[in-house]
């Protein structure tokens, strides 16, 4: 099985910055790709960005181009989400989830995902 776990969410302010990390363990994600999503209280869970562990190639919502990075580190199983300019709106629970069969037709739904991480809160404050 995979685990997934993530952190660096925290309480900021409008305008501030954090970075979200999810490390990776038990199974080799050489073929995998890596998505960040996020749900808000009474909201359905939203996908925000996506990474292929081959190639590379990021996937973002429009709402946070330009403002969020996806990132990876093969060699720590670590993939990061950098999150500037935050808005009020970007206020939820960020999850980490991995895939081992992604299109891109399919790669902002939840259930393409086959595992999750246990979510990490951030808040925007205004």
């Known amino acids: 099985q995979v685990q997934l776990v993530e952190s660096g969410g925290g309480l900021v302010q409008a305008g501030g910055s954090l970075r979200l990390s999810c490390a990776a363990s038990?199974?080799?994600?050489?073929?995998?790709?890596m998505g960040w999503f996020r749900q808000a209280p009474g909201k359905e869970r939203e996908f925000v960005a996506a990474i292929r562990w081959s190639g590379g190639r990021t996937y973002y919502t429009d709402s946070v181009k330009g403002r969020f990075t996806i990132s990876r580190d093969n060699a720590k199983n670590t993939v990061y989400l950098q999150m500037n300019s935050l808005k009020p709106e970007d206020t939820a629970v960020y999850y980490c989830a991995a895939s081992g069969s992604l299109s891109i037709a399919t790669m902002t739904r939840p259930g393409e995902y086959d595992y999750w991480g246990q979510g990490t809160q951030v808040t925007v404050s205004s």
């Open positions: 038990g199974r080799t994600f050489s073929s995998y790709a």
